[in-house]
C-alpha cells in the first residue's frame, strides 16, 4: 500500500512540476525582454521570441546548438 501512494505522489509531483517549469517557459518566450540560455560551453539551448528578432532569426532551430560566438561575430 505505501509503494502505491508513494508512486501517486511521484506522479503529482511531476505534473506540478511540469506545470511550473511550462509557465516559467511561457514567461520567458511572451516577455518583450531579450532572453537567452547558454550551455557551461556557451551553446545556445533556447531564446524567447524577442531576443530570435533581434537577432534576426526566426526560430530557435536556427540557434540551438550553435556557439554564441558564431551568432556574435555574424
Not at 23 to 28: A, T, Y
Not at 45 to 52: A, I, K, M, Q, T
Request: hydrophobic share 40%.
Amino acid at each position: 500500500m505505501r509503494k502505491i501512494a508513494t508512486k501517486k505522489s511521484k506522479k503529482t509531483v511531476n505534473l506540478r512540476l511540469k506545470r511550473q517549469f511550462n509557465e516559467c517557459v511561457n514567461f520567458f518566450k511572451d516577455t518583450p525582454i531579450a532572453f537567452y540560455w547558454l550551455d557551461r560551453d556557451g551553446f545556445f539551448l533556447g531564446v524567447n521570441d524577442f531576443e530570435l528578432k533581434i537577432l534576426g532569426y526566426k526560430d530557435l532551430k536556427d540557434l540551438f546548438g550553435r556557439h554564441s560566438s558564431e551568432v556574435a561575430s555574424a
